[in-house]
DNA sequence: GCGGTCTAACTTTTT
DNA sequence: GTTAGACCGC
């Protein structure tokens, strides 16, 4: 079953004696493994709450105690900003060492790093600025625009997607794979949108970590010095990686002779996975990462961390059942030293309000029994689930925070405000012009940003630059708005960033006209907090102080930098000054840099003790008491858009896992007979993955739905209809998989074909039957209220 | 050019 | 049920 034999925990016998470090003191067996690898590359499948991060800081840091490594050696990669944070927070607890010399980041964090170092060989402007999504959907819009594409055939979504892929998979237009005349026409897209970015000085995410990718592949002396500076290279969450990120790892730690890999033996790669949690696969995560690692990288150490310090038994019981429905798996079970404690509890509701109104009442129970609300979690398929919820919540007045969201820096308001900073910095930034050239309004129109847009093509200019080619009152308009920037630009000169942007929010109007706007508080409120977000950059980042003084030295004598181009900088900060000129990034694009990248927080009001509302793959990472997963229905969690491939919905079961996982001591799990979707109600089936789950690890809450006949599904009568409080719990329980449901006799009399009346919908033709007794569901054509399913044991149909 | 009204869409999401 | 974007009239 597993990929890899059996050989692995002991693997890592310590080269270092293990009783000198108070670091390594409470790891179990397989932890002190991977943290005391030797040098070589490995993979560390961590399951869920098995301390991976906690292996992975003191890995870092016993390299560095045991003197095999300084801080320059290291090189940690991580997807969000929260984890790379959190890595240098407990790093620094652990060892009094300057985190600011080591590489830790993300991908994109650590690739703007290179690109700022090594901006002219990467042929970028020294202060090329970062889009992010909305950015690159709204320059890709103006594009298709200006090249007259019918978005009713490539929507600007479908085009932007198309992009995003290609660069994933580290293609560029001339490599992508034409198949059609679409593909031909998406290409040509592509190809018009990437001369846009250079002409701007712009580049999105993708490109930030393909521009890097080719900046070391095509400079063998760049190349080189970090392969000989980074002796350890950690990747967090490496099932999450996509192919670029793969190659850009395969690229920095080894040879690529002839197009050829061969790992260069001076550096070790330790990736850390789990391939039961990839849940990101839908935007270009690829599992198969993990495998190709293996053998790409001549991997001899794998290590298991199958121990959880996180939920009781039972939990993790329904996790490891559930999980091995799937195929595709490297083969992990999580074991426990904590007893089975609470049964999962299974809730059946007749509708949604329902659900919500039942949860409200068992986190009243949960908290009279002592149990904090910001350790209750609610999680959801979708987010559109997350409304009803808040209304009971509200209603209840429990205090709730619903994850997700807008974040801080894609607010409109700050996005507006971010767009004239980023014309004080580069005045060719046409999305930013054109997202403020007429915010708040001055008489500029679709019609005077038609003809602007015209004169700028004509003559090859930026917007900025083809305003004087406009006459007349729009050209004054237009005129004048460029002047204020202008002249904003001049103001600026000399003063703090503080100053900048108060002046910005100033002049620009924003604030006036969101003081004008009724509903316009909140955002004077984020336009102030704008203020204090770049106050506090300044002081972290070091603007305006003198420098940290770094381990330059200490890399430049290490072992592990020897053979360092001395030519090349030694970069110990993010965002580290020219290696010629000695010019470093001003505050201000630095300020914008990072905005970009760190987009905020996504939360509400933090601090207070609050019910957590949050998507399954927003929970990912995080850990609660008490965790209540709703929604437990056919179309929403498995998602209907999911499970027309196996694929699709093998990672539907990851995600399922992922959720299970985040519970420490009680799961709750709900279904709702009937659900408003999309204003709509919906008669949904429960979820198959119910049937996946041990039975001596649930309690039924609501009688068992009997819908799952023992003679219909060849269950052998093996389900009672309410198991007894506490929910026995017993080893054997899910021995056997369930069997496939069968098609069973119909008892409801419906054929396909047959015309139907509903009291709601009216006449409608039976187009499908699904299941049989309570869960037997039916698809119904209604000429006026479209394609249905109906539960058949709720919905009131009569023959016509 | 601006502001109001109507209509289609709409998993999951970090950088 | 909500929201963004298109469309239309002033």
Known sequence: MSLFGSHDASAGAPSFPAAASPLLANLNPEQLAAVTLPVGNALILAGAGSGKTRVLTTRIAWL??????????????????????????RLTAMLPVNVRGMWIGTFHGLCNRLLRAHWKLAHLPSTFQILDTQDQLSAIKRLMKQYNVDDERFPAKQTQWFIAGA????????????????????????????????????VDFGELMLRSYELLRDNDAVREHYQRRFRHIM??????????????????????????????????????????????AFRGARVGNMADFVREFDVQRQIKLEQNYRSFGNILDSANALISNNTKRLGKSLRTEQGPGEPVRVYESTSDFAEAQWMVEEMRQLAREGIDRKEMAVLYRSNAQ???????????????????????????????????????????????????????????????????????????????????????????????????????????????LREIIELVLDHSGLIEHYKADREGADRIENLEELVNAAESFVTQEGFGRDAVALPVDELRQSPASQGLDPSLPVIDEPLAPDAETGETLSPLAAFLTHAALESGDNQAQAGQDAVQLMTVHAAKGLEFDCVFIT???????????????????????????????????????????TRM????????????????????????????????????????????????????????????????????????????????????????????????????????????????????????????
Not at 257 to 274: K, Q, T, Y
Not at 418 to 426: C, I, M, S, T, V
């Open 64 to 89: 560095m105690q045991t003197g095999q490594v300084s801080p320059g050696g290291i090189l940690a990669v991580t997807f969000t900003n929260k984890a790379a944070k959190e890595m240098m927070t």
């Open 167 to 202: 660069k994933e998979d580290g293609l560029r237009p001339r490599d992508v794979e034409v198949r059609s005349d679409d593909d031909r026409k998406k290409v040509e897209l592509y190809q018009l949108y990437e001369e846009q970015c250079q002409r701007e000085g712009v």
């Open 235 to 280: 990747i967090d969450e490496f099932q999450d990686t996509n192919r670029l990120q793969y190659a850009w790892i395969k690229m920095l730690s080894g040879r690529t002779a002839e197009g050829r890999f061969e790992p260069s033996g001076h550096n070790s790669v330790i990736a850390v996975g789990d391939d039961d949690q990839s849940i990101y």
């Open 386 to 496: 997350s409304r009803v919820i808040e209304t009971a919540l509200f209603n209840a007045a429990v205090p709730y925070r619903v994850y997700g969201g807008l974040r801080f820096f894609e607010r409109a308001e700050i996005k507006h405000a971010l767009a004239y900073l980023r014309l004080l910095e580069n005045k060719d930034d046409d999305t930013s012009f054109l997202r403020v050239v007429n915010f708040p309004p001055r008489g500029i129109g679709a019609r005077s940003i038609e003809q602007l847009q015209d004169a700028a093509r004509a003559a090859g200019h930026s917007l900025h630059d083809a305003v004087s080619a406009v006459g007349g009152k729009a050209g004054a308009n237009l005129s004048a708005f460029v002047a204020k920037i202008d002249v904003l630009r001049e103001q600026t000169v000399g003063i703090s």
């Open 631 to 673: 929604g437990m229905e056919e179309g929403l969690f498995p998602h209907e858009n999911s499970m027309s491939d196996f694929d699709g919905l093998e990672e539907e079961r990851r995600l399922m896992y992922v959720a299970i996982t985040r519970a420490r001591q009680r799961l709750y799990m709900s279904h709702s007979q």
């Open 677 to 800: 979707l999309h204003g709509q109600t919906r008669y949904n089936l429960k979820s198959r993955f119910y049937d996946e789950l041990p039975e001596g690890a649930l309690k039924w809450l609501t009688p068992k739905n009997q819908g799952f006949a023992p003679s219909a599904f060849g269950y052998g009568g093996g389900y009672a209809t309410s198991r007894g409080a506490g929910g026995g719990y017993s080893k054997d329980s899910f021995a056997s998989p369930p069997v496939p449901p069968q098609k069973a006799a119909p008892s409801h009399g419906l054929r396909s074909g047959m015309q139907v009346f509903h009291n709601k919908f009216g006449e409608g033709t039976v187009v499908s039957l699904e299941g049989s007794g309570d869960d037997a569901r039916a698809q119904i054509n209604f000429p006026r209220h479209g394609v249905k399913w109906l539960a058949l044991s709720v919905a009131k149909l009569t023959p016509v």
